[in-house]
């Protein structure tokens, strides 16, 4: 545990190098960090940090920057910062008039939150295997094709192309997409009622043909909206580290079960080597869930170098995944 002094010290050190990017002497610090000592107490509590941890020296002439260790003591006593007023108005601006299907309005938001952190972000939507059928269509396009619609209580909306023999007339259809209705509105996509039978054959093998249909894109829910991994490129000096870090991004099984595993362990941000995934060992996530109608409905996260602006980000990603969740709530 860290005494006053030295939680001082350290907290100007992280800010001053996630400002610069340059190791941090003992002069910056004693103009920037609130403690009446001299310059020489200072440099011998720096040494005691980089003794203990929380700083190293990256050459012997320089000044110290943060580690691991150090970053998540500045995390864990700056608390949940506010989000500035300008980027406040931006959001409260963006929620109020976005609009669109589901896909359009997640991918904007991914933006949104991006251009407010200048880091890469990550939604994870997984609201659809739970999410209640609100209304269901099924249209005619041609002899051959028909499209089948499903709108979701989240405001998802389904679309699917279904084929059809070619013999049967648009009141078939219709008879068809009311008994696949009569299985999928007021239930959740994944778990449909029983169907209503038409006592037609062809048109009942259409209807469970539908279903399936549907209901096949719940197996695996989650859907992955990612923006901004240009923007993290510029973080890095070294070519391989960008290249393991957009590597990554581009799998989104591991960034969905990185996002997870964070929440599981009930932090909200992940620092280096805390990530569990090598390849991110010089980045930090910094993650929230979001709530549709008070229950889980996915999480969003932003993914930048172990220096990132912690409070800015922190400040950001529960503003968006807040607003986010009120914003699906209505529909």
């Not at 279903?211 to 990612?226: F, I, M, S």
């Not at 090598?278 to 996530?285: A, G, I, K, M």
């Amino acid at each position: 545990m860290l005494d006053e002094r030295k939680a001082a010290i350290l907290r100007a050190v992280v800010e001053e190098y996630i400002e610069t990017a340059q190791p941090v002497g003992s002069g910056s610090v004693a103009s920037a960090a609130p403690v009446a000592v001299s310059s020489a107490t200072i440099r011998n509590d720096m040494a005691t940090l980089e003794a203990e941890g929380y700083l190293i020296q990256p050459h012997t002439s320089a000044g110290r920057v943060p580690t691991d260790k150090g970053y998540r003591h500045f995390v864990d006593a700056v608390g949940q910062a506010s989000l500035g007023r300008p980027d406040n108005r931006k959001v409260n601006d963006f929620f109020r008039q976005m609009r669109g299907e589901i896909e359009d309005l997640m991918r904007d938001t991914a933006g949104l939150l991006s251009r407010l952190t200048d880091y890469a972000a990550v939604i994870v939507d997984h609201s659809a295997d739970g999410a209640v059928v609100r209304s269901f269509q099924l249209v005619s396009l041609t002899p051959e094709v028909a499209l089948a619609v499903v709108v979701l209580a989240t405001g998802v909306v389904e679309k699917h192309t279904i084929e059809c023999d070619g013999t049967m007339s648009a009141a078939d259809i219709e008879s068809v997409g009311a008994a696949v209705a009569s299985s999928l509105v007021g239930v959740p996509l994944a778990t449909p009622g029983p169907l209503t039978k038409t006592g037609q054959g062809p048109l009942d093998a259409l209807a469970t043909s539908v279903v399936h249909a549907v209901t096949g894109v719940t197996v695996d829910p989650d859907r992955v909206y990612v923006d901004g991994a240009s923007r993290v490129v510029g973080s890095f000096e070294a070519v391989d580290t960008v290249t393991r870090v957009l590597t990554i991004l581009e799998q989104q099984l591991v960034v969905v079960s990185l996002m997870s595993d964070v929440l599981e362990r009930g932090q909200s941000v992940a620092i280096g080597t805390e990530t569990g995934v090598e390849p991110l060992e010089d980045c930090s996530v910094v993650v929230s869930p979001y709530e549709i109608d008070g229950e889980p409905a996915g999480s969003i996260a932003v993914l930048g170098p172990t220096r990132m602006n912690y409070p800015q980000a922190m400040a950001a990603v529960a503003v968006v995944s807040r607003q986010l969740g009120r914003r699906l709530s209505e529909g």
